[in-house]
């Protein structure tokens, strides 16, 4: 392949646009009455962003470019290519309205590309000869999309829409593409828009194996011409359709390559910094492959200098090319994190009515005139339609505010024309979007506790469905939540030596890896322990599904320490208390209350992950703190006993309490067992309320025995308990117990000889701690 010359030439700036306007794809899921999990996992999309009324391609266009512009010399742009399958006119290019709005000289090539996704590739690539033929000059190539396919539709939640404005020249100083190249081209039917319709046809499964097929082929072409591997590369961004579609060419990519072996961590980092900002808008068409590599860029907490990024386009219909490029030295000093960072924290939320709504609205086809409604289209709004011409302008201020007040009666208006109006004023004056939406969080740390429990009676019979009493005890978890500059979620897990920094997106991917594999187990591909990998895991789950209960965003980054005095698995209600204290915690400095039952419902969600099928009597522990008698998940409160309790950790389980859970239910099969298990509930719930501790003590021992029945009690807890009851007390486990190696966890004791106590623990090479019940439940420390 001919080179055109040695110059470096490629992306000097990079800037992108979205909708103001986001829906959240539980909402859609809600009203389609189907799962979210089918669109958050299935898809791996989380929300898509929707155009008002007066925002189309042409707005989008100019304020990515508008941003993309800043300190640029425009005079020195001499082309501008504007990429799109989402046009406005069959002669006029759109990119003559941006020209126009933005300001460029007269001299001025502009031309508009079309060819499905694949159009903003294609203008980057007939621009990099021309810089290097004139490396004085400058190319804006601006890619604009609206993905759109219709209400109730297979498509409907893939759509989306946004642009990416790239400033191109010679010596760039964020991204030197590289000259070779593989691109292929077939005559297919994947997906296809004639031009008397709105909105477009896909065969979707055709349509997604061709994107692995000719992935395949530009990539060996790429490699045959290139001469580089796979593993030359550390990044790659991928035209985005939708994540999971990504997420499966890697994979391919990885298969044609024999890198069967990447951990699984390398793989994540290798292309989701590159899915974050796409999960937020939806499919973008044309702009999708470079909101992603402005996502990479942005997101990435690594210094990327000098790092190739592989990249893949591909365009319906088809063409597809894979190409690379290398970052350069300092590009962060010219990228537009903050803004962009912004962008997606100041979206207004949409319900599904409002959605409708935007969907809805008709564009006059018949020449009349027809004025369009104000809503939030950042810095330029088409305005008018008049004698079949489309009339754009620059917001104006005193405009917006004047329409306000005619305006005043649409619910979606007065939710976001105040965040325009201060957007637009602090921009006059800084050049920048920017909304301070940091006041609405606590500026000071805020702490929350979570006591730990010990189960007094009916542990795993509770699973199923017999009775269970339960205490807090004054042992606690701690989460402490405060503010972070860089915004993302720093997880200081000091108890298990973990750190490490997630954005919300990384959290929200994780989250769904963590659901899809619970899912194997309960279809019963998976043991419970192959869920939760690690078990920092579970406190990261608790943040993912609470922030997409709640649809956080973060304008600024936080940190959640997790400190702990309840010994991890040990059956004292560890994870129960963590991740009650984490969504507490978390729900407080956000301001944004949560009631106990909703707290509940999550906690359960994020347990589940932790134990395959929670009764939940460790959470209402949690929660409500005290001594709970539970059956059924009816819950009744009981008096905390007055005894001399101690607790004896016989060591860490070897096998979790999931595994446990496994183990024992084929002894429940039997409906005696459980008999046996509720009717000596019932009797220590009877000898609770009328504080007989002789009844107490018994129901404590017969407990004891049928938890040796099931196998959760090793020989060598066995005979320290043995121990315990020569000497006139009783012991049980408290936990799920162990069903091999010596240690069970949490013993709890029951004695007046402290002593004798001391001495046997002592003689076993256990630790002891006198405890005492808790009566509150999760709390502000």
């Known amino acids: 392949m001919d080179k055109v010359d040695s ?6 700036r990079i800037a992108l646009y979205t909708s103001r306007y986001v829906l959240h794809l539980a909402t859609l ?16 999309q989380h929300m898509m962003s929707v155009p008002p009324p007066g925002e189309d391609i042409v707005t989008m266009a100019a304020n990515a470019a508008r941003v993309a512009l800043r300190n640029i010399d425009s005079n020195d742009i001499e082309m501008l290519l504007f990429a799109t399958e989402t046009g406005i006119d069959q002669s006029k290019s759109a990119g003559i309205y941006v020209h126009g709005l933005l300001g460029l000289p007269a001299r001025c090539r502009v031309v508009e590309l079309k060819q499905a996704c694949y159009g903003g590739t294609g203008a980057i690539q007939l621009a990099l000869p021309y810089l290097a033929q004139y490396p004085n000059k400058k190319v804006l190539v601006i890619a604009s999309d609206i993905a759109r396919y219709g209400l109730g539709t297979p498509g409907e939640s893939s759509q989306g829409c946004g642009a990416v404005a790239l400033i191109l020249s010679a010596n760039p100083r964020i991204l030197a593409i590289e000259p070779e190249y593989g691109v292929i081209t077939e005559n297919v039917m ?25 992935l395949e082929k530009s990539w060996e072409q790429y490699k045959a011409i290139s001469g580089r591997g796979f593993a030359d590369h550390y990044y790659f961004c991928y035209h985005m359709p939708v994540p999971r579609l990504v997420e499966k060419a890697h994979h391919h990519l990885l298969k044609l390559n024999e890198q069967g072996n990447v951990p699984e961590d390398v793989l994540a980092t290798q292309i989701h910094y590159a899915l974050e900002y796409g999960r937020k808008t939806g499919n973008s068409y044309s702009a999708s492959l470079y909101l992603g590599l402005a996502s990479l860029l942005d997101r990435a907490a690594e210094d990327l200098t000098g790092k190739r990024i592989g990249f893949y386009s591909y365009g319906s219909g088809c063409v597809a090319e894979y190409f690379s490029g290398v970052i350069q030295s300092g590009y962060r000093d010219v990228l537009n994190t903050e803004y962009h960072t912004d962008l997606f924290a100041t979206r207004t ?14 564009y006059a086809e018949d020449g009349r005139d027809q004025a369009i409604p104000l809503y939030d289209t950042g810095f ?13 302008e620059k917001v104006n201020v005193e405009a917006m505010s004047a329409q306000k007040d005619k305006n005043f009666s649409s619910t979606i208006f007065s939710k976001t024309i105040s965040s325009t109006m201060q957007r637009a004023k602090k921009t006059v004056s800084k050049e920048r979007i920017r909304i301070e939406t940091d006041n609405v969080y606590q ?11 010990l189960i007094l009676s009916g542990e795993h019979a509770v699973v199923y469905g017999k009775p269970a009493l339960a205490m807090a005890v004054n042992r606690y978890v701690t989460a402490t939540v405060s503010r972070e500059t860089v915004p993302q979620v720093l997880f200081d897990l000091s108890d298990l030596s973990h750190h490490s920094r997630l954005s919300v997106d990384a959290i929200h991917r994780l989250k769904d890896k963590i659901k899809q594999k619970y899912y194997r187990f309960i279809s019963g591909d998976y043991s419970i322990r192959d869920v939760l990998q690690k078990p920092f895991e579970l406190a990261q789950f608790a943040m993912g599904i609470l922030a997409e209960s709640l649809n956080l965003t973060l304008p600024h980054g936080v940190k959640i320490h997790v400190q702990s005095d309840l010994p991890i698995g040990c059956g004292m209600g560890s994870s129960a208390a963590t991740i009650v204290s984490v969504m507490q915690a978390i729900s407080n400095y956000m301001q944004l209350p949560i009631s106990q039952n909703k707290l509940f419902r999550l906690a359960l969600e994020a347990e589940n992950m932790q134990h395959g099928h929670s009764s939940g009597l460790d959470l209402r522990v949690a929660l409500g703190g005290g001594c709970l008698y539970m059956k059924e998940q009816a819950v009744e409160v009981r008096p905390i006993p007055a005894l001399p309790m101690y607790l004896v950790n016989t060591g860490v389980p070897v096998t979790t309490t999931g595994q446990c859970v496994e183990n024992v239910a084929s002894h429940f099969t039997s409906s005696q067992l459980g008999d046996d298990f509720a009717a000596v509930t019932n009797a220590m719930d009877a000898a609770l309320q009328q504080q ?14 049928l938890l040796v029945c099931i196998g959760v009690v090793p020989e060598k807890v066995q005979t320290f308990i043995s121990q315990i009851e020569v000497t006139g007390g009783a012991a049980k486990i408290c936990g799920a117990g162990a069903i091999a190696g010596v240690g069970a966890g949490a013993v709890l004791v029951v004695s007046d000889d402290k002593h ?26």
Request: charged share 25%.
């Open 756 to 781: 004798v106590v001391t001495a046997l623990t002592r003689r076993f090479g256990y630790h002891v701690i006198p405890i005492s019940g808790e009566s509150r439940g999760v709390h502000a420390a």
């Open 692 to 705: 007989s501790w002789r009844n107490m003590h018994e129901a404590i021992r017969q407990n004891h025995r």
């Open 7 to 12: 110059v470096k030439v490629g992306i000097d």
């Open 190 to 214: 994947d997906f296809w828009r004639p031009n008397y319709m709105h909105e477009a046809l896909v065969d979707g499964k055709y349509s997604s194996k061709l994107y692995l097929v000719m």
């Open 29 to 44: 899921a809600k009203i389609r009455n189907i799962e979210p999990d089918k669109y958050h996992v299935g898809l791996g």
């Open 349 to 362: 939320t949409l319900s599904y009515d409002e959605y409708e709504t935007f969907f809805k609205f008709a």
């Open 443 to 453: 500026s000071t740390a805020i702490k929350v506790v979570a006591p730990g429990k």
């Open 380 to 392: 330029f709004r088409l305005t008018n339609l008049q004698q079949h011409k489309r009339i754009y």
